[in-house]
C-alpha cells in the first residue's frame, strides 16, 4: 500500500502546475567556471571575496600538501581552498566542500597540530558566544580523505586562588590568541590579553610535565605579564620591564625562573634567534607595533627589551585603517615563514587591499620579510570591495549574457566606499562558462563619486534601447539614458541624471536601493521595481506615453506584500524578475540580508496590487553565508544578490549570486523541473500555498476560495506514504498554521482536500 500511495503522490508531483510548484533543489555550485583578467586566470574567482580575512594553513585532503583556510568572522564564513601547486610555487584553488567539515567557528581559528599526530586540529573561541574560551577539537581523516574535526573540549584552569575554578582561558571579545608552543617542551601553549587588554596572561600546557599521553591539554595559568610588558590603548609604545610580581602572588605553582609566555596577536620569532618576539595588533592604531624578545640577555625570562611602534617604518610600513592583525605562515610554501596583514575590523576598515604580503627572502634563521602586494590572493578574487551585485546583460550584441558587478563601493582613505562597475565579457561556449575582464571602472562610473551601485538594464524611456539605472546606498537613484543611434548596436550611457518620478520628486526607496527593470502590468512598457534595505519591493510604473519620455509613477510601497527577512532591522531585498528553469515561467526571486534566496509567484498576471504568494523561503536551499547550516538567522550579514541567465547557451539557466563581502558565487541548473503538459483533473496548486518551504518548526498553508468547496483537508505524508500529520480546518477559513516541529528532516508531501478539488505540494523540513 506505502509503495502504491508513493507511486501516486510521484504522479501527482508531476502533474501539477508548475506555475506554484516547490522545486527542491535546482541548483548547484558551479566553481570550475573559468575567470581570467589581465591574460590570468583566476584560481578563486568564485569564492565570495574577503573583508576581514583570518589565515591558517594544514592539509584539507591529506594530500601531503599544506592548504589554505581563511575565516571571515562578521559573516561567519570558514572558506577552503586546495593547494594544487608545488613547492614554493602553491595554487590555490577554491574547493568549498571542505569548509562544510568544519564546526561553527566563533571570533577566531587557529590550525594547530597540538597533539602531534601529523594532523591539524582546531582551536576557536567555541559556542561561548561574548564569554571568554577556547575549544580545543581533534582533527581526522574520514574516508574521504577530508579533514574532520571532532570536539576535545573547552580549556580551562584551576590554578588561580583569586577565581573560582574552573576558569576558562580568557580570550576577550575580537581578540585573537597565539598559541605556539612558547617553552620548547612540544606541547602547545596559549598567550592571551588580559580583560582588561594591557597585560600578556601567558597559560602553560603542563601535557609534556605531566608525562600525560600527546591527545591531553591541561592548563595552567602561569604568568600574568608574560615577556615583563604592559601596554597603555592610547599610545603606540610598550611599556618595557614591566612586573606583575603582586597580580602573580595568587598562582599555584608559583612563577619562577621557568616562566614564558606569548603573545596575543602574532607571536613570530623575527630575528630568528630562537625565542618568540611578537606583532601586537591594537584597535585603536592602524599600524602594527613589534616587540623583540630579550630572553637570551634576561636569564632565560621572556622579556621584550626594544620595540618598533611602527613596524617596518623603514621599508613599507603594514598600514590598515582599522585594527591591523598580523599571521605568521608559510604562505607561499617554501619552508620560510612569511607574514601576512589583514583588518581585524569591519568599520571603516580596507575592503580590497586588505590583505599585505611580506615574504620572507631570507630564512628561518635569518629572517628578512619583503613586502610584496597589498592584494594578496585578491587578484585571484572576482571582489568588488563591499556588497556586490551582479547584473547579467548582453552588452556587446553577441548573444551572450555578459557579466557586471556593482557593489556598495571600495573603502576610500576618507572613510568612505566609492562604487565603479566591472564588466566581464562572456566568452563561454556549451557547457563550458567562461568570462574575461574588459574594464575595471565601466562607463567610468568611478569619476561619479557614488556610493552604491546596484545596476539594472532595460528601456525605461520608451526609445526601443536599453538604460540603465544604478541604485546607492542611500536609497537614491541614478539614471543613464542610452544615446547609442540603435537598439542593435552596444548601449553608450554618457548621460546621467538622478532618478525622479513623473512630479519631478527624487525617488528614493530607503538605504541599499537595488533596482530592476521589468514589465509588471504587461502593458508593453518597462517598469521598475526597487528592493531596499528594510526587505520590501517599490513599484514605480512607466507612464510614459511618447519614445523618450521618462515618466515613473509610484503606484506600491509594498509589492506584493512581500518582505523578506521579516523582524530584522537590515533585510536588503535584492530583486530578479524573469525565468529561471527550463518551465520557461516568470518567476520573483529575492535576494536578502541572510543570504537565503525567497521566490515569490502570483504575478503574471500583470496585477501589482495583489499579494503575491511566496513558494521558497530557501530556493534550491542556495545559502550564500551557511546561515541554515551553521543555525544563523538574518544577523549573519552575508547578503544575496542573484543574476540568472543561460550564461553558456547549454538550456540550462544558470545563477550568479553577490554577497556582503563584495563577492561572487555561481550556480548552475542540475535539475530540469516537471513541465506540465497534462494536469489531472481536479489539482489546482495555484490556487493553495505554503511558506516557509522549507519549513522548521511553524508551516504556514492559505488557498483561494476557488479552492474550497467545503471544509479543508491537510496531510502531510512521508516519502513513504505514511501519514505524518493532519488537520481540518472548517469554510470559509482561507489559511492556518501547523506545527511542524516534531517532523524529522527530510521531504514530505502537504495534501490539499475539498470537495472534488485536491492539490499535492512538496514540502522540505530543516533542522
Known sequence: M????????????????????????????????????????????????????QFATGDL??????DLVIFERFSYQVKTFINTGTTGNPVYVYAPKYALNFPRINEYLKLEDYNRDGIPDLLHKGDGGYLPGVYAYRGYYNADNELCFNLYKALSYDNDLSAVPPVQVNVNNADIPAMVDIDGDGDLDIVSYSSLGNNLFFYKNYQAEMALPTDSIVIKLRDKCWGKVSQNTVHRSHILQFSCEADNSTLLPKPGADRHGNNAVCLLDADGDGDYDYLDGNASFPDLQYLMNGKAQNGGLDSMVYQDTLWQKNGVQAHMPNY??????????DGNKDILVAPHSEASSENYKCILYYRNTGTMTNPVFTYQSDSFLIQDMIDAGTGAYPMLYDYDKDGKPDLFVGSDGYF?????????LLYYKNNSSP????????????????????????????????????????????????????????????????????????????INAGNNA???????????????????????????????????????????????????????????????????????????????????????????????AISYPMIDSAY??????????????????????PAIADIDGDGNYDMI????????????????????????????????????????????CSWDKSFLQSGIQITIYDMAGQKMLQANIAAPASGTDLAVHELATGVYFCEFRSGSNRAVIPLSIYR
Open 2 to 53: 506505502r509503495y502504491f500511495y508513493s507511486l501516486s503522490f510521484l504522479f501527482l508531483l508531476l502533474a501539477q502546475d508548475a506555475g506554484a510548484q516547490y522545486q527542491g533543489q535546482v541548483y548547484e555550485r558551479n566553481d570550475s567556471a573559468v575567470v581570467i583578467a589581465n591574460m590570468h586566470q583566476k584560481s578563486m574567482p568564485w569564492c565570495g571575496g574577503v573583508n576581514n580575512p
Open 61 to 66: 585532503n591529506n594530500d601531503g600538501k599544506a
Open 324 to 333: 591591523p592583525v598580523a599571521y605568521w605562515l608559510d604562505i607561499d610554501q
Open 412 to 420: 576610500q582613505a576618507n572613510g568612505t566606499l566609492r562604487s565603479r
Open 431 to 506: 557547457g563550458h562558462i567562461s568570462f574575461t575582464l574588459q574594464d575595471n571602472d565601466f562607463n567610468y562610473i568611478n569619476n561619479l563619486n557614488l556610493m552604491g551601485a546596484a545596476p539594472t538594464v532595460g528601456d525605461l524611456d520608451n526609445d526601443g534601447k536599453d538604460d540603465m539605472v544604478l541604485g546607492q546606498s542611500n536609497g537614491t537613484l541614478t539614471f543613464f539614458t542610452n544615446t547609442a543611434s540603435n537598439a542593435s548596436l552596444p548601449p553608450q550611457w554618457p548621460v546621467h541624471t538622478a532618478l525622479r518620478d513623473h512630479n519631478n520628486a527624487l
Open 514 to 608: 537595488a533596482p530592476f527593470i521589468y514589465d509588471l502590468n504587461r502593458d508593453g512598457k518597462k517598469d521598475l521595481v526597487i528592493g531596499n534595505e528594510y526587505g520590501t519591493l517599490i513599484y514605480y510604473e512607466n507612464v510614459g506615453t511618447v519614445p523618450g519620455q521618462l515618466m515613473l509613477q509610484l503606484k506600491n510601497s509594498q509589492l506584493g506584500n512581500i518582505t523578506v527577512d521579516a523582524g530584522h532591522l537590515q533585510a536588503n531585498a535584492v530583486p530578479y524578475i524573469g525565468k529561471m528553469d527550463n518551465t520557461g515561467i516568470d518567476y520573483l526571486v529575492c535576494g536578502s540580508n541572510s543570504g537565503v534566496l525567497y521566490r515569490y509567484d502570483g504575478f503574471q498576471s500583470g496585477n501589482t
Open 620 to 641: 534550491s536551499f542556495i545559502d550564500t553565508a551557511y546561515a541554515r547550516y551553521y543555525g544563523y538567522s538574518a544577523n549573519a550579514y552575508q547578503r544575496s544578490a
Open 657 to 700: 549570486i553577490g554577497n556582503l563581502l563584495g563577492g561572487l558565487t555561481i550556480y548552475r541548473q542540475a535539475l530540469n523541473v516537471p513541465v506540465n503538459t497534462s494536469p489531472l483533473s481536479g489539482n489546482s496548486n495555484k490556487d493553495v500555498r505554503l511558506y516557509p518551504n522549507p519549513a522548521k518548526d511553524i508551516l504556514y
